[in-house]
């Protein structure tokens, strides 16, 4: 963050922290930088700026300020006064109370603006807690439990030296690997929800609506919790068909975005304080670790058999695993939704022809990719036309899959004699019209494999098995 910071130059902080302990705070790195170059540092907390003033987390105002302030590039006066006719001016319209927000926001800044006196050593950790707290401003330790492209070569473009990447470590053919925004942990929200169990009535409302993915539920056996963090939480599983099981609703605090949709569509409330819900925003700094823990350890529960989950009723289907997750999509995105829904649905063999617009951004940008696998390694298949005419390029995919399925088809008959009639007949006519009949109809593909498997065959042979997997893998009608 601080290597082009120049001798003598200017540091500005948004901290949680105030002047009086933001130093002790900063890993050691930051503050030998900060010495080394005798700059100034300057703190403030933007996000209590902003909130206080009214405007919720929208920091831009906050921050410019804060710059003009700072940076001499005109006279502090006078660019104070030039942002305010600049807030006049663009906000006029939304009206007076908007304008006043943003003016209020102004004033605030400057008193809530703190330079800190940078010491000529760098401070020493004193006790646990000071050392507890800046394990957690550390680097991502996530990266370093990566596979090894994902972190040599993705993980060096997401700290900002793309530039230092040999083109020898990228991929000849331009193909990057699927899931890896889980490892980004940006810890973007100064809050983020927490889960009350006894409140909660189990909808999955806020599973659905959540923008990134980062709220998840489950439902398993209880003996699972004999390995969980003494920090996870579960609960009795309300609904009859799951009687005897537990259900947890998990929160990954490092990849939240702090929108707070979820508290605003949870529809059940604390009956003893009216103001908390089943679910509520708290500060994440606090609950990084614990929850990190609790996190993986949820991951780590079994997915229940897609064949035994419903997909027409919301607090059933919502326990399924979204195949698109931690996108860089604006918090509170009204648009992932509805494609994690999709995921949740179709992902294990959805094929998506991109319409350019924030979908190709949020879903196609390097260096991490959203869409991800489920654990046998099926997932959305994903591209975008750049000529803006996504409904010819998916009318493409739909004619070239036909034209594979009926080829599948012409060369399972040639192996008809060697997997059995009855396999192959049940092949060429499954309905393939629900989760069951999908799962049944890939049994039967491995079935045929087996059995050509057996045999030694001809070269024509092997490539009608290999098409014959065609009506597994790429049947997409629904």
Not at 52 to 60: F, K, L, Q, V
Not at 387 to 403: C, H, P, Q, T, Y
Request: hydrophobic residues 35%; charged residues 25%.
């Amino acid at each position: 963050m601080l290597k082009d910071l120049a001798p003598g130059g200017t540091f500005l902080l948004n901290s949680p922290l105030g002047p009086d302990r933001v130093w002790d705070r900063l890993p050691e790195g930051v503050q030998r930088r900060l010495i080394e170059q005798r700059a100034k540092f300057f703190v403030i907390d933007g996000n209590k700026v902003a909130r206080d003033a009214g405007m919720g987390g929208r920091i831009n105002t906050v921050m410019q300020t804060c710059f003009f302030a700072i940076a001499g590039v005109l006279p502090a006066q006078n660019a104070i006064e030039a942002i305010k006719n600049s807030i006049r001016k663009t906000y006029a319209k939304k009206g007076d109370e908007i304008v006043g927000m943003n003016l209020r926001a102004v004033e605030e800044t400057l008193a809530h603006l703190y330079e800190v006196e940078v010491p000529d050593a760098v401070a020493g950790v004193v006790d646990a807690g000071r050392r507890d707290q800046r394990s957690r401003l550390q680097p991502n330790g996530e990266l370093k439990r990566a596979p090894q492209f994902v972190c040599n070569v993705l993980g060096e473009i997401m700290a900002g030296r793309g530039d230092r990447v040999p083109v020898s470590a990228l991929p000849n053919d331009g193909t990057y690997p699927t899931g890896t925004t889980q490892f980004e942990k940006r810890n973007l929200a100064s809050e983020a929800p927490v889960w009350d169990p006894a409140v909660c009535i189990q909808c999955g409302k806020c599973v659905m609506v959540c923008p990134h993915a980062v709220i998840r539920s489950k439902v398993y056996e209880a003996t699972v919790l004999h390995a969980a963090p003494s920090s996870f939480k579960s609960a009795e599983a309300r609904l009859p068909d799951w009687k005897g099981l537990r259900y947890t609703l998990q929160v990954s605090v490092e990849d939240c975005t702090g929108c707070g949709i979820c508290v605003d569509v949870c529809p059940a409330r604390n009956k003893s304080e009216a103001r908390l819900k089943a679910i509520n925003m708290q500060p994440q700094l606090p609950l990084r670790e614990s929850e990190r823990e609790n996190w993986n350890f949820f991951l780590s529960i079994p997915e229940m058999d897609r064949r035994k989950v419903p997909t027409d009723y919301v607090r059933k289907m919502q326990i399924q695993q979204p195949l698109f997750e931690f996108s860089g999509a604006c918090a509170g995105c009204g648009e992932t939704p509805y494609i994690k829904l999709l995921t949740q649905l179709f992902g294990d063999r959805l094929i998506i022809a991109n319409a350019t617009g924030c979908s190709s951004i949020y879903g196609g940008n390097l260096p991490t990719t959203p869409y991800t696998r489920d654990q046998n390694g099926r997932g959305p298949a994903w591209s975008n036309s750049l000529f803006e005419d996504n409904a010819e390029f998916g009318l493409g995919f739909r004619v070239s899959i036909d034209k594979q399925q009926e080829f599948a088809g012409e060369l399972l008959q040639r192996l008809s004699p060697q997997i059995g009639r009855r396999l192959t007949t049940e092949i060429l006519n499954a309905r393939q019209r629900d989760e069951a009949d999908i799962f049944d109809q890939r049994e039967r593909v491995i079935d045929k494999r087996s059995a050509v498997g057996d045999r030694r065959y001809s070269a024509t042979s092997a490539r009608a098995g290999r098409h014959a997997c065609a009506q597994e893998r790429l049947d997409c009608r629904r």
